[in-house]
C-alpha cells in the first residue's frame, strides 16, 4: 500500500502524476485527509490539458497520459469539495480515463455522476458565497484591512471566490475570514492567513446601519411570501446576513396583522361583479390620508430619504425652534439637529442660556432631500411645492405644542411658518413679530455659520442666533400649572 498526502490539488496532481507514471491502481493508494493550512491559491484553470507521461510499464507500451481540459477543468473544481475521499475518488476518475474508460466523463456512469455532482456543488457555492458575503467596512487604521467579513462555505471555495473580489474591489484593501482559512487582499496580491474567530469581523458600519433601514422601509407586509423568501436564501446564510436579524420580526409582524398596510381600505368591498367598468373615478383605487408622518406621500422626497424625521421635545415647550429639512446624520438617526448644524444650535443654545431640553425642535421639511457627489449625499435646498406639501406636519405640531414664541431657522422655515412663499428674512431679522397669536423670531439656520467665508462672516451669523435666542427666552414666559 502506498501513502499519499495531499493538501492542495497541486500536491495531489503531482503525486497523481508519479502514480500513474508507475501504473499504481487506486486500490493501492492511501491518501490522507486533507489539511487546512494548505495553499490552495496555487491551483487554476491554467492547470489544463496537462501531457503526462509515464515510466512504468505501459509508458514503456508506448501509453502516454493526455487529460483533456475538460476534465482537468472538472477535477480542479471537484477538488474543493469537502469530503474525505476526494483524492481517492480524483484518482480512481483519473485513473480510469488513462485505461481508456471515456464514459467516466459521462453523467450516465456512477463515477461520472457523482463528479458532476461534486463540480455543481462547488459552483453553486461558489456563486452563493459571491451573493452572500457582506462586508464591514472599518475605521482607517494602519496596515488593517477597510473592509472585513465573515463566512461560512460548506466547500473549500474561498481561493476562487477571493481571486473573484480582488478584481471586483480593485485596490480597497479586505479580509474574508471563515472557519478553516482566512484570506487578504492587500490592493495587489492575495495573502492567506490563519483561521480567525467568528468576532473577527464584528464591527461597527454605519453603511450596515443604513442598509437595515432602507430594508425596513421597502419591506411590503401584504406582497411577503415566506416560503418564497426561505427557498431563495438558504436558512444557513441568514445568520451572516444583516438583515437576517430582523427578518423574522417582520415576518411576524406580516403575519399578525401588518399586511393590511400595503392595502387599499376599499379591498374586500367591491361587490363580484363579471365586469368592473372602468371610468376615471374608479381607475385609482381610494386610500386614507395618510394619518403618521411615515405614511406621507404629499410630494417625492419620501422616495430617496431614509426614513421622515419628526420633531421632539416637550409637547408644552415654550419655544419650538423650526429648521429647513433633516441633514445627512439626521436622516440616519431619525432625529432633528444631530448633525454639524445641530452641533452649532447646541453651542448657541447653551450661550443664550436656554436648555435644549426645554424647546421643541422640528423642521419645515420632514425628508432628506440631497444630490449625490461621490460618496457623499449633500443637502439640496427643498422647492416650494415640497415646503408647502409638508406643512401640514408642522401645524399640527404647532397645534398640539402651543408654543409662546416659534423660532425660524433660515428662510425655509420662515416661509413655512407665515405660509408665505415669498417671504425674506432681511424683512423681518430686525426684530420679534406677531404671527397667528405668537411670536416669530427670524435668524439664521446653524448650517449658515458653517458656510460662512470666513471667521468674521461665521462670527456675525453665529452671534444673530444667540441674539434671537434670547430674545426668545424672555418672549417666552414660564407656563403656570
Not at 497523481?16 to 508507475?22: G, K
Not at 406582497?223 to 411576524?252: C, Q, T, Y
Not at 448650517?447 to 417666552?476: C, M, N, P, T, W
Request: glycine share 8%; proline share 5%.
Amino acid at each position: 500500500m502506498i501513502r499519499k498526502v495531499a493538501r492542495s490539488f497541486d500536491e495531489w496532481r503531482a503525486a497523481a502524476r508519479d502514480l500513474v507514471a508507475r501504473a499504481v491502481p487506486p486500490a493501492s493508494v492511501e491518501w490522507a485527509a486533507s489539511e487546512a493550512d494548505g495553499d490552495l491559491f496555487s491551483f487554476g484553470a491554467d492547470g489544463a490539458a496537462g501531457h503526462w507521461h509515464g515510466h512504468g510499464a505501459e509508458a514503456a507500451a508506448g501509453s502516454a497520459l493526455r487529460v483533456p481540459r475538460e476534465l482537468m477543468e472538472m477535477l480542479a473544481s471537484a477538488a474543493c469539495f469537502s469530503a474525505a475521499d476526494r483524492w481517492a475518488f480524483l484518482y480512481k476518475v483519473l485513473w480510469r480515463w488513462q485505461r481508456g474508460e471515456r464514459d467516466v466523463m459521462s453523467a450516465a456512469d456512477v463515477d461520472g455522476a457523482r463528479l458532476y455532482a461534486m463540480v455543481k456543488a462547488v459552483r453553486r457555492e461558489e456563486h452563493d458565497m459571491h451573493a452572500y458575503v457582506r462586508f464591514r467596512e472599518r475605521k482607517e487604521e494602519d496596515g488593517a484591512p477597510r473592509f472585513v467579513a465573515w463566512f461560512e462555505p460548506t466547500h473549500e471555495v474561498l481561493p476562487q471566490v477571493a481571486r473573484h473580489f480582488a478584481r471586483r474591489m480593485g485596490n480597497a484593501t479586505w479580509m474574508i475570514a471563515t472557519p478553516t482559512a482566512t484570506v487578504l487582499w492587500d490592493g495587489e496580491h492575495l495573502h492567506n492567513a490563519p483561521a480567525l474567530m467568528r468576532g473577527a469581523a464584528d464591527i461597527d458600519d454605519a453603511g450596515e446601519s443604513l442598509w437595515l433601514t432602507y430594508y425596513r422601509s421597502i419591506f411590503n407586509p401584504a406582497r411577503l411570501n415566506a416560503d418564497l423568501l426561505r427557498s431563495h436564501i438558504p436558512s444557513r446564510f441568514w445568520k451572516n446576513l444583516p438583515e437576517g436579524a430582523i427578518v423574522p420580526a417582520m415576518i411576524s409582524g406580516a403575519a399578525t396583522g401588518e399586511r393590511r398596510t400595503g392595502q387599499t381600505g376599499t379591498v374586500g368591498r367591491r361587490g363580484g361583479a363579471t365586469t368592473i367598468a372602468v371610468t376615471p373615478e374608479r381607475a385609482q383605487p381610494r386610500r386614507d390620508a395618510p394619518d403618521t408622518l411615515d405614511q406621507c406621500r404629499r410630494c417625492e422626497l419620501w422616495r430617496n430619504a431614509t426614513q421622515a424625521v419628526p420633531g421632539v421635545g416637550p409637547r408644552q415647550a415654550r419655544i419650538m425652534l423650526v429648521g429647513e429639512q433633516p441633514g445627512d446624520q439626521e436622516d440616519l438617526q431619525g432625529l432633528p439637529f444631530v448633525g454639524p448644524a445641530g452641533a452649532v444650535l447646541d453651542r448657541a443654545l447653551a450661550e443664550a442660556g436656554v436648555a435644549r431640553d426645554a424647546v421643541y425642535l422640528t423642521n419645515a421639511v420632514k425628508h432628506f432631500k440631497w444630490e449625490l457627489r461621490g460618496k457623499r449625499r449633500l443637502h439640496k435646498t427643498p422647492a416650494q411645492r415640497e415646503v408647502a406639501a409638508c406643512h401640514v406636519w408642522l401645524e399640527e405640531e404647532l397645534q398640539q405644542v402651543r408654543p409662546e414664541v416659534v423660532v425660524a431657522l433660515g428662510a425655509t422655515a420662515l416661509k413655512s411658518v407665515l405660509r408665505d412663499g415669498g417671504a425674506t428674512m432681511s424683512a423681518v431679522m430686525e426684530a420679534p413679530f406677531q404671527h397667528e397669536g405668537r411670536w416669530v423670531v427670524a435668524v439664521y439656520h446653524p448650517s449658515f455659520v458653517l458656510r460662512a467665508r470666513d471667521e468674521e462672516s461665521r462670527k456675525q451669523a453665529y452671534d444673530v442666533i444667540v441674539a434671537g435666542l434670547r430674545q426668545a427666552l424672555r418672549l417666552a414666559p414660564a407656563r403656570s400649572g
